[in-house]
């Protein structure tokens, strides 16, 4: 690689949610800086010990026990670290899950900062833990950049002109934990959460049947493979819907629809930043995974919710959902933070003293410090792994073929190939928003969001 500077992107997956977050840095790094990139699996520790990268960014550090070990051998190897908040709706009542994760010695690691989302995040984070003031900085939600950035692909729909989207919940995860769950929540709460898959079911093949001119796009929630969300049990006898699975991000599913329903999801918000109408079939505030529901209609009528679908193709809008404009606009400031496409040049504008730093000669990690049980370790792993991959019809190595299952070097660089003429343009069309960010971002963040502390 040269002298060029290289930065070492560790992460779980070339698809979903930790890329969406990752590429547009990997951009910035490669297309504005001039660095070096690597991308490589977390689990793979042979192409990590091969490489002597200046810094490393991770997504998360504290979701899976994989990233706390990770941080500790980078902690340990005195490479900078920097990291993100993937999960960046923070609740107040679960704020020690959302700051520490699997990181039970409540440590920081050697990072030197962490994004979060947004103001609100911060505020919460910071009044339960107050030594976290300098560590955590509001960046907005990287994630989110695609909106703004990706000229959206639409999925095939046929004969279909009319489309209509839905996105499965967690069903399927909680009936799994069913024993884990009553313990914590009660056996009348699980029966109540449980019962609500059989009344989305009714709802979705009532409006399926009154519409046979839609198409009706079902999303699998990403905890649901292999197996087929509840709520969609006998909705495959109707010749108007759709399945869509693992492999088909949400951005294109939402993209596609012109409604975006659910039951309690997160992707209400995703809607919005696509200009597309949301209809959550929940109405217990006590059932609300946040307060992004409020921002949607909430209805469990299906006669009312079948008025609705007939509103938006007589009319183009839905009433109901334009009178809550204001409080949505709102709630994405609270939750994201931005929603201009910038955030990753923000999170970057924390990285530039560091960057400058290492040009300059003034940082030089000394490489990896990892003990030899250590390495045999990875090695043995990285080569099951790998075995696991190849041979996919060998059942005893089914437990070891999820984590290269989902990383595909390949189909990363052919991603970056593809969306990079996205990056261009909207790098051209915001030169100067971009530069001014970059410069400027990490000196009056404080002051622009009215944090005095």
Request: with cysteine; glycine share 6%; charged share 30%.
């Amino acid at each position: 690689m040269g002298n060029r500077r290289t930065v070492l992107f560790v992460e779980w997956s070339t698809r979903g949610r930790d890329f969406e977050i990752t590429l547009p840095l990997v951009y910035f790094f490669e297309r504005y800086l001039g660095w070096e990139t690597a991308f490589v699996s977390i689990f793979n520790l042979p192409k990590l010990l091969t490489l002597n990268p200046d810094m490393v960014i991770m997504s998360n550090t504290t979701g899976a026990i994989e990233n706390v070990r990770m941080s500790r051998i980078i902690e340990k190897s005195s490479i900078p670290l920097f990291s993100h908040v993937s999960e960046g709706m923070f609740r107040e009542n679960e704020i020690e899950e959302f700051v520490w994760g699997l990181n039970k010695e409540e440590k920081r690691f050697s990072e030197v900062s962490s994004g979060v989302w947004s103001k609100k995040s911060f505020n919460m984070a910071v009044k339960a833990f107050p030594e976290l003031d300098d560590f955590y900085h509001v960046t907005g939600a990287v994630g989110f950049d695609k909106y703004s950035i990706y000229s959206h692909e639409k999925l095939d729909t046929g004969k279909y002109a009319k489309v209509i989207g839905y996105a499965a919940f967690d069903f399927n995860n909680i009936r799994s934990k069913k024993d884990d769950f009553i313990r914590t929540r009660g056996e009348g709460f699980y029966k109540k959460i449980m019962d609500k898959a059989h009344e989305i079911n009714e709802i979705l093949r009532f409006v399926i049947q009154k519409n046979p001119d839609v198409l009706f796009l079902l999303k699998s929630h990403p905890g649901d493979h292999p197996h087929e969300p509840i709520e969609f049990k006998g909705l495959s006898e109707f010749d108007n819907i759709k399945y869509i699975g693992k492999d088909v991000g949400i951005v294109p599913s939402i993209s596609t629809s012109d409604i975006w329903l659910n039951y309690n999801s997160t992707t209400n918000l995703e809607g919005w930043l696509l200009n597309k109408p949301t209809i959550s079939f929940n109405t217990e505030e006590a059932l609300f995974s946040s307060d992004i529901l409020h921002g949607s209609i909430t209805e469990t009528d299906k006669f009312k919710i079948q008025g609705y679908i007939e509103e938006f193709y007589r009319e183009g809008k839905i009433d109901d959902f334009d009178t809550k404009d204001k409080l949505r606009q709102e709630l994405v400031s609270d939750y994201i933070g931005f929603a201009d496409g910038m955030n990753h040049v923000r999170f970057m504008s924390f990285l530039k003293k560091h960057i400058n730093m290492i040009n300059e000669g003034q940082s030089k990690p000394s490489g990896w410090n990892i003990s030899m049980k250590m390495k045999l370790r990875g090695y043995f792993r990285h080569g099951l792994l790998s075995l696991a991959k190849k041979y996919e019809n060998v059942s005893c190595l089914e437990r070891w073929r999820f984590p290269y299952s989902i990383f595909d070097a390949k189909d990363f660089e052919n991603k970056k190939e593809l969306l990079y003429r996205d990056f261009d343009r909207f790098y051209v069309e915001n030169e100067e928003q971009i530069k001014e960010l970059y410069e400027g971002w990490n000196d009056v963040w404080k002051d622009e969001l009215g944090i005095h502390r």
